[in-house]
């Protein structure tokens, strides 16, 4: 979304009924465009990956972590918490179906993280 000024004169019905329409459908634009992007199983499997990384299914405190630590967390926490909530506003069946998605791709293959610290392992110690 860009940060340009959409009414120049607050007084001007006009500006403020153009300004109102334009929110009305970069809105709209938006919530489309997530629907696209989680009609695909590639796009569900993205944005799961996207929550995960900004750590919605954890929590932000970590005992003795920095408090500026612990803000920059919840920073990205946030951030994945919004977009839960535009995934449920959208369709709530959509978390669900890509929630299991992602536990049987896990099933199926073992934890993602798992495999990228094994692999990390296996190259130390082919280098050693």
């Known amino acids: ?7 120049g004169n607050a007084a001007d019905p006009a500006q403020v009924k153009r300004a109102r329409q334009h ?8 919530r489309l465009d997530l629907a696209t992007v989680l009609g695909s199983v590639q796009g569900r499997r ?11 299914f954890r929590l932000s405190f970590t005992p003795g972590c920095e408090a500026q630590t612990a803000a ?11 977009l839960m909530v535009s995934i449920n506003a959208l369709d709530p069946m959509l978390y669900h179906r890509m929630a299991k998605e992602a536990h049987d791709l896990e099933q199926a ?19 050693d």
Request: proline share 2%; aromatic share 8%; glycine share 10%.
């Open 72 to 82: 920059f967390y919840e920073g990205k926490r946030s951030g994945g918490l919004a």
């Open 23 to 30: 929110e009305k459908h970069a809105i709209e634009r938006e």
């Open 46 to 56: 993205f944005v799961w990956g996207l929550l995960c990384d900004a750590g919605v």
């Open 109 to 127: 293959y073992g934890p993602i993280a798992e495999d990228v610290k094994q692999s990390e392992q296996k190259e130390s110690s082919d280098a």
């Open 1 to 7: 979304m860009s940060a340009r000024t959409l009414v």
